[in-house]
Structure formats: structure tokens, C-alpha cells
């Protein structure tokens, strides 16, 4: 991948004041146009997804609400995700980690972006947040 640049990254846990690790994982630096690109994406398939539930309800289902709240909502909810996708600037590498409250191995998951890049360790159930270093 380009612009893959091994990278400090502070591994802490949310709900606690602890000690946090320093890691260093390859991490991707997005430039604008993969930022606009990436967020629009992004939205056109959360859009893309509700208007066809939107669409699949009204023919499965006769009631008039579903689908009237699930079209202005894809709108509503479109730019929303954009512009969160948008403020990511890095994304994070498939790695594993030790988590910082129980030890064990957790993986990031693929596609996430920072910062902060918050998610939950499969053993223990704490939320890993992952800060620039
Ligand atoms: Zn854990």
C-alpha cells in the first residue's frame, strides 16, 4: 500500500486512567482526495442500502410510516457518515495487539480509521482506543 509509514500509535483503554502502550504499526496517511473519495463511498452505500430497504418495505410491507422515515433518514444519514469517514486521516493496519486491560491478543479490524480508532477486545469486552503518538 502507498503512503504506509510505520507509525507511533498510543494503545490505552477508555475507561480507565491506565498506563497506555506505545505500538508502532505501518499505518496509512490519507491524502484529500482518498479522504473525499473514501467518504463518499462511504455514504453512497449507507444511502444505497436504506433506500433499498426503504424500497423492499414498501413492498413487503403496506404501512406507509416505514418507508416515509426511511428515505428522509438515508439523507440525513449519508452526509452524516461522510463527514465521519472524512475526518479520518489515517487508516489502521489488520495487526495484532495485546489489549491493554486483559492481555490478550485482539486484532484491529480491517478498513478502521483514526483519530482516536476506538474498538472491543473480543476477550475482554473493553473498548481499545488508539491514539496518534
Ligand atoms: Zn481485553
Known amino acids: ?10 494503545v490505552g483503554i477508555m475507561e ?8 508502532t504499526l505501518d499505518v496509512r496517511h490519507l491524502n484529500g482526495l ?4 473514501r467518504s463518499t463511498k462511504r455514504s453512497f452505500a449507507v444511502m444505497g442500502v436504506m433506500l433499498l ?35 479520518d486521516r489515517v487508516l489502521l493496519p489488520k495487526t495484532d495487539l495485546p489489549c491493554p ?9 480491517e478498513g478502521l480509521g483514526g483519530w ?3 474498538f472491543n477486545c473480543d476477550a475482554c469486552a ?6 496518534a503518538g
Not at 1 to 10: A, G, I, L, S
Open 101 to 109: 486491560r486483559c492481555q490478550a491478543n485482539v486484532t484491529i479490524p
Open 126 to 131: 473493553a473498548m481499545v482506543e488508539l491514539n
Open 53 to 87: 430497504l426503504g424500497n423492499l418495505a414498501v413492498l413487503f410491507f403496506p404501512i406507509p410510516h416505514v418507508h416515509l422515515c426511511l428515505f428522509p433518514l438515508a439523507f440525513v444519514l449519508g452526509p452524516i457518515i461522510a463527514f465521519m469517514s472524512w475526518r
Open 116 to 118: 482516536p480508532a476506538r
Open 16 to 23: 480507565r486512567r491506565r498506563p497506555e502502550v506505545v505500538a
Open 1 to 10: 500500500m502507498k503512503n504506509t509509514q510505520p507509525t507511533p500509535v498510543r
Open 34 to 37: 482518498e479522504r473525499a473519495w
